[in-house]
């Protein structure tokens, strides 16, 4: 009994040592909520007298949605680093944030990653308008895993060959859609625009939809947004933009662009459906209210939908 006894405590000695005859031990953050500090690019995770710690650029976390199988791929380095760190008390941001950080709780045991890959996978946090049956981006998660990550310890190496740090959230640039109902048309083009001091919304209008003729009752003139023609985009500006920025041979390089959304192109009767309804506004006058339906914007891999019924605007006109 005492031989069976005395095998079993040796094979579960070699059970729990890695290949340098060291103890292997497990850390898990996976369920842990994600932070970040203020002052720097430093993310972490907090756990108890527990940290792990993530150093890379703030760039490395981008605003383009990943296509499925193609992660953001970062080498750890001495300039991308992965830092696990055990206290001998409770940690919080101020041990991990402030460049003099307290004295307790202090560090009682450290494993830096000396080698591996940090995979970032971008997808966008939209919020949805039940009501209009419209979305808005307003973030990014971006799930986070260490693949093939060695860990240097006091004690030897530890490799995972995955582990899972979990996801971090930023926030989206808002785009402030505050347009009011006139539009203006370009005397020279097909151009009709709306825009405030920030933001343009331009649709280059097939001319059949605009005409100086009242339309039937609920029989409004209709097309699609296209790539030729009712071409749909919308632009935010990060300087002063005015009127002068319209109608140009040469689209202006002043106010400095900061993003361009275009409109996907429609199918009729299904999506991206233009309406044109025009009523008569006195003698030769005419009043031309245009309402996009089922419409969605578009920017590289990121999308949101307009709504069921998005006014652009009204166009006045006279013969």
Known sequence: MKRVLSLLVFALALNGCDDGNLIQEDINFEDVTTESCSTNDLIYKLNDKEALILDIPSTSFTTEPSTVGAPTIIDISSTNRVVYRLYNGTVATDNICETIAPATPYVTDQWSATAGEIQIFTTAVKTVNTTQNSTRITGYNHNIVFKNITFA??????VYETFPFGDYVTTATSLPFLFDETVEKCGTSNQIYNYTTSEALMLN?????????????????????????????????????????FCNTTTPTTPTLSQEWNGVAGVTGTSGIIEVTTTTNGPGNYKHTIVIKKATLKKGNNSFLLGDSFTYGVLLTSN
Request: zero cysteines; glycine letters at 8%.
């Open 153 to 158: 310890k006091t004690n030897g190496t530890q």
């Open 205 to 245: 209008i097939d001319p059949s939809l605009i005409i100086n003729e009242a339309t039937p009752l609920n029989a409004p003139r209709t097309g699609v947004i296209g790539t030729t023609t009712n071409i749909f985009t919308y632009r935010l500006f990060s300087g002063l933009l005015t009127a002068a920025y």
